[in-house]
Structure formats: C-alpha cells, structure tokens
C-alpha cells in the first residue's frame, strides 16, 4: 500500500476554527464517500457535512463528481455534485473538507489551499478566492447551486447548508502536481478520453464537469448512491464501464504513483461496506 | 505560416477545461496555476451559465494543435499570425 496520506481540512463553524490532519492510517479507503465514509464514523457522530475527491479527480477524464456525506434526520445521504468543484478541491491539496458546528450568524467560508478565511455574510462573493481557479457553492432562498448552475439532486444540499448557517462557500485550488512517468500518463489519459462510446450519456451541449467532454444534459443534477468504487474515485457514474474496471483503475492509480494492489481495488467495496455498516446509515434507498 | 490559437467560437465553450489541462500537461504539470489557458465563468442567469476564454500568446509556443483538438466544443481555430502576415504584406 502506498504511504500517501489522506489530508483532512477540519473546519469548525461555532468556534470558527480550522485545522489540516494528515491519516496515514485512511489511505485504503482510496477518497469519495469510501473515505467520507471513515471519516464519519470516526470523527462524526450525528454532525458532519464531508466533502471528498479521489484520487483520480483533476488527473483523469471523466473523474469529474464531488462526494457529499452528510446525515440527514437519521439518514446518511451520499451525493455527488458536478461542475469545477472535484478539481478546485483536489489541486487544493487536500482529500476531504471536513465541516461541523453550526455557525452562530450566517456565514461565508473562503478556502484557498489549506487556509480558511471566516467571511460575514455582505461580503462580496465574486471578489473571494481566485479567478478561474475557484468553484462557489452559493445559497439562497430556494437552493443551493455550485457555480451558479449546478446542483444536488432533489436541491438535496440546501436544508443542510440552511442547518450549518452557511451562506456561501467558495473553494479555489492552486496547487499544481508532478508526473513522474509523463509518457506513460497521457498514453492512458488520451486511451481514457477516447472512449467516449462507453459512456451511458449522450454529448449535449450543456455546461460540462470539469475534465469531461461531453457537457450532459445531467451534469446540472448530480447524482445519488451507485457504484462504491466509482463513487470513491469519484468518476461519474455515466463512466462506470470504465472506473468500475479493476484493470483501469489500477493503472491510473499506479501511474500517478498510489501503491493500491488489485486485491486492494477489488475488495474495497466489502471495506466499504463494513464501515457503512457501523455508521447506522439509516433508512435510505441509495447508499 | 506560423499558426495561433484563437478562440473563435467562446460562446461554444461548455466549461470543461479540458484545453487548460491539455496544456499544463505539455508544460510537464497537472493542475490550474500559471495556465496559459483560463476558463471564466460569466454569470447571467440560474439556467444560462457561459464562460469566457483567455490565451496568454505564449500558448503558441506549444502544440497547439493537440490543444484545438482536444476541445469537444470546437471552440479554438489555428490563424496565421498576424506579424507573419505583416511581415509577407510589406
């Protein structure tokens, strides 16, 4: 197993608070609701909203979803956004935003890296974080939208942004990554892109995910639950032939240097699994 | 001819990056700072999201070919520069 270890931004919105832990300990649990999934039932009890990318995000197409986990009067819910935020988080450098408490006035997060700033709400949303390099997940009366056009299935986010008090929470990402092996890389970058017939999703000319070419006409509405591995990437579920492919996802992750062996990938569901099964997930029909 | 990039057709674009990627992988890194290429998003409307496209002219000292290919949009065009075209006028 490689020695990577997941990063955890912690954000405490009573105490306005924040701290990055590193978890060695975590790295089997690969990202997205797999590590979102350890993370609350290690740390979380009945108060988290956990945001988490995979390995994969900003590195390979079509790994283009954000893992939401956050409870819900009783039930875990697992969600997955679209748009810019999976590579605005990964190229921050971290594996997870961890966030508890309730703020005590209505409140704007500005997360550049590894740093929080506490904003009033008043504050200009369009002056914070960087341009291009930011994704702004923004409520308001009705919903809650990710850069102005996408959002959680069902408006699944705004009741529990609403219970946190947060208003705003603007996400920029600046870090920029090695490739140890390039030629190796982008051969299995552009055989990926390339198989576009494998999607279960026709191009339409919509605002896309970031890294994926096709611009559906579902990447507005995210998704709920499916594949654990392909949720854990986190890859779009309209990928799934590709990152539910043992093979695949174990030559992506060897090239950008994650130790993962193929029993490792192949028994990550059943992990998984017996994680959920501490967590008390509660009557849901996705998970 | 030398050829540039061009992004002829910006109201194509549907924000996928996947041209700001292509060109920091040419510069050895993956990731969106120092790009070249920079995709911003122009709010109007709930349902009308669009985005604008801004190339620093040292994009053209790299494959720009790969990069007017990889768009999925069609939003780049590769035009003959415009000092080479001078430069053949007088």
Known sequence: ?287 | MAKVLKASFEKNCIGCELCVLEVQRQLGKVGLEGSPIRIFRKEKSADKLSFSVDIDPSVNELDIEKVHNICPALVFTLEDSEEEKHELVS
């Open chain 1, 1 to 287: 197993m490689s020695s990577l270890a997941k990063k955890v931004l912690y954000i405490d919105l009573s105490r306005q608070e924040f701290e990055v832990k590193s978890h060695p300990d975590m790295n089997e649990f690969i990202g997205g609701v797999g590590l979102g999934a350890k993370l609350a039932l290690d740390f979380g009890g009945d108060d988290f909203l956990i945001f988490s990318t995979g390995p994969l995000n900003g590195f390979f197409p079509f790994a283009s979803k954000t893992s939401v986990l956050f409870r819900d009067g009783g039930k875990i819910q697992d969600t997955y956004l679209g748009g810019s935020l999976s590579t605005r988080l990964r190229f921050t450098g971290l594996d997870a935003i961890f966030i508890h408490g309730v703020a005590k006035e209505p409140m704007v997060l500005d997360i550049v890296d590894e740093k929080v700033s506490f904003k009033p709400v008043g504050e200009d949303v369009g002056s914070l974080g960087l341009p291009g390099k930011r994704s702004v997940l923004d409520l308001d009366e009705n919903r809650a939208s990710l850069d102005a056009y996408f959002e959680g299935p069902n408006n699944i986010l705004h009741k529990i942004l609403i219970q946190k008090n947060l208003k705003a929470m603007i996400i920029t990402g600046s870090k920029t990554f090695d490739i140890p092996d390039r030629e190796r890389y982008e051969e299995l970058y552009a055989k990926i892109l390339a198989r576009t017939e494998d999607l279960t999703v026709e191009k339409s000319g919509k605002p896309s995910c970031s890294g994926c070419p096709m611009g559906c006409l579902y990447s507005k509405t995210g998704e709920l639950g499916g594949d654990i591995l392909v949720h854990s990437l986190v890859a779009c579920t309209f990928a799934e032939k590709i990152y539910s492919d043992t093979s695949m996802v174990f030559s992506c992750l060897n090239v950008l240097g994650y130790g993962y062996t193929h029993e490792e990938i192949e028994n990550f569901p059943k992990l998984v699994y017996d994680v959920l099964s501490k967590l008390d997930v509660g009557t849901t029909s996705h998970i």
